[in-house]
């Protein structure tokens, strides 16, 4: 989804990837323990999703990551794990000559 809702509220994002999900207001809402009212309420930008907690469920309950549902663009998800190694791990499978190399050509030509 990202670049085609980069102008949704997050709201509007959470409803978007419910219905993606098929999944109705009364199940999402169980999942993340809150009622479809208030679901309902967040998803027309009646109230705001001020606690992170809720976020993070709800990402969790739509198979999505943070990003996504804020809007907000990653070039990796960074881990503690991963450290500051994410860009030059990225860029360096990227330069490897077979992922450069065209379909159905072997490294030799």
């Known amino acids: 989804m990202r670049g085609t809702t980069t102008t949704l509220t997050i709201g509007e994002r959470v409803a978007w990837y419910r219905r993606r999900r098929g999944l109705s207001q009364e199940v999402l809402a169980g999942l993340i323990g809150r009622t ?14 001020d606690r992170l907690s809720v976020i993070k469920s709800l990402a969790e309950a739509l198979d999505i990551s943070l990003d996504d549902l804020l809007g907000e663009p990653s070039l990796l998800d960074w881990t503690t794990d991963s450290g500051t190694h994410t860009v030059p791990a990225l860029r360096a499978a990227l330069m490897r000559y077979r992922a450069l190399a065209p379909f159905g050509r072997g490294t030799d030509a």
Request: charged fraction near 45%; aromatic fraction near 0%; proline fraction near 0%.
């Open 36 to 49: 479809a009212d208030r679901l309902g309420k967040v998803e027309n930008n009646r109230i705001d999703l």
